[in-house]
Nanobody, 123 residues
């Protein structure tokens, strides 16, 4: 059974940084597309970033240049380094895994989800 567990969220001031982690178990994650999504209250789930088996990476338009996705295959862990945080980055951040090889920006394309970690950016 695939399990994804996020950590690293918290409260930070605007301009600050946070690093999210996603510990994965129950699968061969080097073959998966691994991604980050976020959802703010009253809004749809939004694509943040994803990485595939060949280390191809996509970023959402709102986070490009500020966020960096990476992974440690040996540790089965996905990371999201978030810099220059803004109040509009406040959301519940989810880790997700997709069994396909091509990166898809749609939440419905992902097969497994973590429970999320809250990021709150104060102004």
């Amino acid at each position: 059974q695939v399990q994804l567990v996020e950590s690293g969220g918290g409260l930070v001031q605007a301009g600050g940084s946070l690093r999210l982690s996603c510990a994965a178990s129950g699968g061969t994650f080097s073959n998966y597309v691994m991604g980050w999504f976020r959802q703010a209250p009253g809004k749809e789930r939004e694509f943040v970033a994803a990485i595939n088996w060949s280390d191809r990476i996509y970023y959402g338009d709102s986070t490009k240049g500020r966020f960096t996705i990476s992974r440690d295959i040996a540790k089965n862990t996905l990371y999201l380094q978030m810099n220059s945080l803004k109040p509009e980055d406040t959301a519940l951040y989810y880790c997700a895994a997709n069994l396909a090889s091509v990166i898809d920006l749609r939440p419905g394309a992902y097969d497994y989800w973590g429970r999320g970690t809250q990021v709150t950016v104060s102004s």
